[in-house]
């Protein structure tokens, strides 16, 4: 009997994708294999390892070792910062760390947590000696938190030698639903409690409806372990109690692989970072006008015309590799296929007759950037496609929400083309802009139908704000299936974008260009001088990027309706200028600046509180491998309080 190619292909991508998947599983549980026996050697030791280690970590309570170090750390009880200060015999000898955990050890959180009390003291913390207890619906949950627990020691000891400690820690996690896959109402909320019980025991307590809360938890906890270089030892909080829970659901970073391709490890190096700051949603903006990266098995021809080359692709099991590793991080991965502008590369393969200005040139009188082309809404064909496309989407993706792109249409465009102008004439109409915005109302309402045949039956559809966000024209789009990702420039009242879809009762995104792109403020690329957006977009704007602030200066007519219609907002990097190799230090440490704000909401503090913490977190996430871009230099980061200008600091600096 003859095999059908495409199905033996797809056949095979599974069982390629099957044996990725129990490889990750095989790694992590030869990490927690190795974990186990290490614990189980150090308990073996017994009554030797007390005699060979009595001068050292016997007990919860860290001994002061000999130091090489010249330097001591203390803590200014007025200041709550940590001085450092010349060795002397009245001082005591004290790591930065050990220091700092006793000193507002909560300025180790980020974001920090909306209800929190951590006392200032702490314990030796011994990664290889935690006992797991979990308490969850299925075997998937609980292996979820086993594996979400050994990747965090993972990056906590890395290479570093430690020192024995016969300091145990229980560790109790309790989740009470069975949810796997991060979705758009899932309950991120969680309970931690760190505790000494005795000694050399600490009782740490997590509680959490979702598998999604208790990583969260995880991470605060592990936020709050720290290398002591005076001791080896790691040490941690141990008077911990922290309920905590983000304002808004929507917190994401938006990043392009089009204009550049990113390998798939890079992609999994950001949404680790995301994970670092709770941030949960990775929007894929994964097609443009500049290359089509994706390989479909219904329509082959798309990758094979639209990447820049073979080895810049991403198969269906790359895909769903990123979808699986994102939700272990909490993070749900929202694709974007740009349309009906900002496509070409790719549409080579099926009929020409279905886009319209592709390549045209000069560029500028035909697109916002080279290369031109978009679909020709008046081509019945196009939509086939166009379904097809959909499916593909939705089978690697799924069915939770799907972004549509559709911004910086072109009107010239269109205008030109007699395959639309004879479209307009057979339904009554002109060419101008009330008929270009008849057209265009065409191809949202039947991309809304194709959608639905494709497997969304309930479409969850986020746009861009564009041309038909307009006063004029927003009513001919439904709230109920449309959210609007705003990329206005927030700065300018004079712009309505913002009051009209928050009046007409839109669900929004904030990712007001302002402040949240972060391609801004580099070099020109289509000429000399600055990008379009400039200047720089420094951490300090994400930070402080209130969505209800932009609200209320704009005196919506419906302010508390509009509050809750927020879903939250995204960073974006835009990748005319950056790869691979560069975009960690475009995204962070910023991308962490707005998680904050997102998670926090109106509770956010000022930018100059948040300093301290947004230094160690970058530091942190340096220390976790990721190249976030610094912010300061290393003497303000030991002395902290010395370098930022500004009311209430202590500095000697005058002007």
């Not at 750390?73 to 200060?85: A, D, H, N, T």
């Amino acid at each position: 009997m003859e095999v059908n190619r495409g199905h033996a292909k797809h056949i095979i991508r599974r069982a390629v994708a099957y044996l990725r998947i129990k490889v990750n599983q095989l790694r992590s549980i030869l990490q927690m294999f190795l974990r186990f026996h290490k614990m189980r050697l150090a308990q073996s030791l017994g009554g030797l390892a007390a005699v060979l280690l009595f001068f050292h970590s016997f007990s919860s309570s860290p001994v002061a070792i000999s130091s090489s170090s010249p330097w001591t750390w203390i803590c200014s009880p007025e200041q709550k910062i940590c001085l450092k200060q010349q060795r002397n015999q009245t001082l005591v000898n004290q790591s930065e760390a050990a220091c700092r955990l006793k000193c507002s050890p909560e300025n180790y959180l980020w974001p920090l947590p909306s209800d929190f009390s951590v006392e200032e003291k702490f314990s030796i913390f011994n990664p290889n000696n935690v006992a797991e207890f979990v308490k969850a619906p299925t075997k998937e949950v609980k292996n979820m938190v086993s594996d979400a627990v050994a990747w965090q020691v993972e990056k906590l000891v890395k290479n570093r030698d430690i020192k024995y400690s016969s300091v145990k820690t229980n560790l109790l996690v309790v989740i009470s639903s069975d949810l796997t896959k991060p979705d758009l109402n899932m309950n991120e909320e969680y309970f931690l409690e760190i505790k000494e019980d005795g000694e050399n025991i600490l009782e740490v307590e997590i509680i959490a409806e979702t598998y999604f809360g208790a990583r969260h938890a995880l991470e605060t906890m592990f936020q709050l372990a720290q290398f002591d270089q005076f001791t080896s030892n790691f040490i941690i909080s141990s008077d911990v109690r922290v309920t905590d829970k983000p304002f808004y659901p929507h917190r994401g970073v938006m990043l392009d692989t089009a204009r550049n391709f990113i390998p798939v490890e890079n992609i999994k190096t950001m949404i680790d970072s995301m994970s670092y700051s709770k941030l949960n949603v990775f929007h894929w903006h994964i097609t443009d006008s500049q290359s089509f990266p994706l390989k479909m098995d219904s329509l082959p021809g798309f990758a094979e015309f639209g990447a820049y080359s073979p080895e810049e692709t991403y198969s269906q099991w790359q895909v769903e590799d990123i979808v699986e590793h994102a939700a272990k991080r909490g993070v749900r991965v929202l694709p974007e296929l740009d349309a009906p502008a900002h496509v070409g590369a790719g549409w080579e393969a099926v009929d020409p007759s279905y886009t319209l200005c592709v390549n045209k040139e000069p560029w500028t009188d035909w697109c916002v950037e080279p290369p031109c082309g978009q679909l020709n809404p008046a081509s019945s064909g196009m939509y086939d496609v166009l379904e097809k496309i959909y499916t593909e989407f939705i089978n690697m993706f799924g069915d939770t929400q799907f972004h549509m792109g559709g911004d910086e249409i072109h009107v010239g465009c269109w205008n030109a083309s007699t395959d639309v102008a004879t479209w307009l004439e057979q339904k009554g109409r002109g060419r101008e802009e009330e008929d270009i915005i008849f057209i265009w109302n065409h191809f949202l309402q039947e991309s809304v139908k194709r959608i639905k045949k494709a497997g969304m039956a309930v479409p969850k559809l986020i746009l861009w704000n564009n041309g038909m966000t307009k006063a004029e024209h927003i009513h001919l789009m439904d709230p109920a299936i449309f959210a609007i990702q705003l990329w206005t420039n927030s700065k300018d009242l004079g712009d309505q974008t913002i009051k009209t879809v928050a009046e007409k009762g839109f669900k929004m995104i904030f990712s007001n260009y302002d402040s949240t792109y972060l391609d801004c403020g580099f070099g020109g690329w289509v000429s000399d001088g600055n990008n379009w957006c400039a200047p720089y977009k420094e951490w300090q704007l994400q930070h402080q990027n209130d969505p209800i602030k932009m609200l209320e200066e704009r005196n919506v007519t419906n302010l508390e309706e509009a509050k809750a219609n927020v879903l939250g907002g995204e960073v974006a990097l835009w990748t005319e200028q950056a790869d691979g190799h560069s975009m960690m230090s475009r995204l962070e440490p910023r991308a962490a600046a707005y998680g904050e704000q997102l998670w926090r909401g109106p509770s956010t503090g000022s930018w100059m509180e948040a300093e301290r913490r947004m230094v160690r977190h970058r530091g942190r996430l340096v220390d976790r491998g990721v190249g976030a871009e610094t912010l300061t230099h290393g003497w303000c980061r030991q002395n902290e309080g010395k370098c930022v200008l500004g009311a209430g600091l202590d500095t000697d600096t005058s002007f």
